[in-house]
């Protein structure tokens, strides 16, 4: 028996009538709720498993926060027209598929769109999302003990339909960037200017000649503060914490990440005290270049406590009165702010709350994923410990010091290969021992705050999970078969690449990107095309 399912829309390149056939030979069905760069990654790599990947997108187009809209949505984040990217293209590159080396190190918003387009068509991946579809229910199928099978019922946004269908896995790929935190502060309620979360700022030519306030102090707020500054009259920057502040340009003029994210690097930290490694990094190498505390920015953690903040030109335009530096907002007035410490109202006619987002998963069967004294119990971040199948992973719920995207991907092919039933996760009580000793390492390095329970390590967190299934590179094979090759893993950049060198779905040409990798880094700057 075969069903159609058919919705006749207007058609264009990112929305193409839905049609499905579902035989009884069908291959296995994996249901992707989301299509930003984890959900669009999903589809790739559940196909290169010989899954059939069914991705459902509430908006128009693929990306997710990388994907620029002039309008504002609620719940979907999105980047200013005038955002750069914190990471290097070679460490944030897919793992087989390295980008052209004409492109910028740091590239635009737009241009890393183009690499992702470009890996996107390579591997088919837009014929499989069903775009204005709404994720309504998650939730465990009758047979689910069974089989381990979900339900999963969507929306159609524009026509208000439902359909409901069932699914041999799901992943969520919703990210943690979608329920934005407005701060409540005394007096919020009287005061008659504009209050805009950074998750709706797009472009800042509309704040000419108006003071403005960022409240905040992460890499949103300082963009945000960096770009206003050209235009607005005034900008003021309040912070109740400070962080310490890196910029994306490091030894010799090369990429930051592309420089500190090495394993003979991390190797060498780990063996030493956290605070040891923090006070050197802060006396010899931060303070010298930028001391925060002559700009009223001093943190109150380590800089291994809490992420240091990426921003190139926060110092200059502190220096040149274009933003100024406040403490928090002790409460509004009318037509401006008092700033803690101060006695005179600061006059603004726009708040910019660059002050973060809440995590949420509404249509998730209720206690799918159990939190204990706010930490948010999963096995390496992806699997809710309590279930019988692993087949429900949430993708790219994590928070890293470097490029995000190599770990979405690397959890993608994880969870396709338990899809494939090629592994399986250990005892639920091996489990939830994992999550509390992940928790007691982040306890006792990371300062307090909901997202603790989120950090990882970049190397370290790849290579725990390549670890699961056979794909993180054998570093003593190496040495005796390919001593040039093993310098450049444990002493050059850790791309991407190296997990493609052996396991399944390996990548004949992961040897050649790793070591022509400075060769694409150094293209755009000589003009090479």
């Not at 992707?32 to 059939?52: H, N, P, Q, V, W």
């Not at 500054?229 to 502040?245: F, I, M, N, P």
């Not at 209720?366 to 279930?387: A, E, F, S, V, W």
């Not at 290969?417 to 250990?426: E, I, Q, S, T």
Request: charged share 25%.
């Amino acid at each position: 028996m075969q069903r159609l399912i058919h919705h006749k829309r207007k058609r264009n390149i990112f929305k193409q009538p839905i049609k499905r056939y579902i035989t009884m030979e069908s291959k296995k069905r994996i249901a992707i709720i989301g299509a930003g760069y984890c959900g669009m990654t999903s589809i790739a790599i559940l196909k290169e498993e010989g899954l059939e990947p069914v991705c459902f997108e509430r908006t128009s187009k693929p990306g997710g926060t990388w994907c620029y809209r002039e309008e504002t949505i609620d719940g979907v984040a999105s980047v200013m027209s005038t955002t750069i990217i914190n990471h290097s293209k070679e460490m944030g590159a897919y793992s087989n598929f390295p980008p052209r080396k004409e492109f910028n190190n740091y590239m635009k918003h737009s241009e890393l769109y183009e690499y992702f387009t470009e890996y996107w068509t390579k591997n088919d991946c837009y014929r499989h999302v069903h775009f204005n579809m709404e994720a309504v229910s998650v939730k465990r199928a009758k047979d689910y003990d069974e089989t381990g099978r979900w339900e999963v019922t969507v929306r159609d946004i524009v026509t208000g339909e439902e359909t409901r269908d069932i699914y041999d896995g799901v992943m969520v790929c919703v990210g943690h960037f979608n329920r934005p935190t407005i701060p409540q502060f005394p007096g919020l309620e009287i005061f008659k200017g504009n209050i805009v979360h950074t998750h709706s700022l797009k472009d800042v030519s509309v704040f000419k000649d108006q003071k403005v306030v960022v409240v905040g102090f992460g890499a949103s707020a300082l963009d945000a503060a960096v770009e206003l500054s050209s235009v607005a009259k005034q900008v003021y920057l309040s912070t109740k914490t400070g962080a310490h502040v890196m910029t994306r340009v490091s030894y010799q003029g090369y990429p930051l990440d592309y420089v500190l994210l090495r394993r003979y690097m991390v190797q060498f930290i780990d063996l030493l005290p956290t605070d040891l490694v923090s006070w050197y990094v802060e006396t010899f190498y931060l303070n010298p270049k930028f001391n925060p505390s002559l700009y009223k920015v001093t943190p109150k953690y380590h800089l291994l406590s809490k992420d240091p903040v990426i921003n190139d030109y926060l110092f200059s335009k502190l220096l040149s009165g274009s933003i100024v530096q406040k403490n928090n907002i002790e409460r509004f007035v009318e037509n401006g702010v008092i700033f803690e410490g101060e006695d005179k109202k600061t006059e603004v006619d726009t708040v910019i709350m660059a002050t973060g987002y809440t995590w949420k998963f509404p249509f998730l069967e209720d206690n799918i994923i159990i939190q204990t004294d706010g930490r948010i119990n999963l096995y390496k971040l992806m699997y809710p410990p309590h279930l019988k199948h692993p087949t429900l992973a949430i993708i790219g719920f994590l928070l890293v010091f470097g490029p995000g995207f190599p770990l979405g991907e690397m959890q993608c092919r994880w969870a396709a290969h338990m899809f494939a039933r090629k592994g399986k996760l250990p005892s639920e009580e091996i489990m939830f021992e994992d999550i509390r000793r992940r928790h007691k390492l982040n306890e006792q390095r990371y300062a307090p705050g909901d997202r603790m329970t989120l950090r990882v390590d970049y190397t370290q967190y790849l290579d725990e999970i390549a670890s699961q299934f056979s794909v993180k590179p054998n570093l003593f094979k190496i040495f005796f078969t390919d001593f040039p090759l093993f310098c450049k893993l444990v002493f050059g950049p850790s791309v991407p690449y190296q997990y493609r060198l052996e396991g399944p779905h390996k990548w004949d040409g992961a040897r050649e990107a790793i070591m022509k990798c400075e060769e694409r880094i150094l293209a755009p700057l000589h003009g090479s095309s």
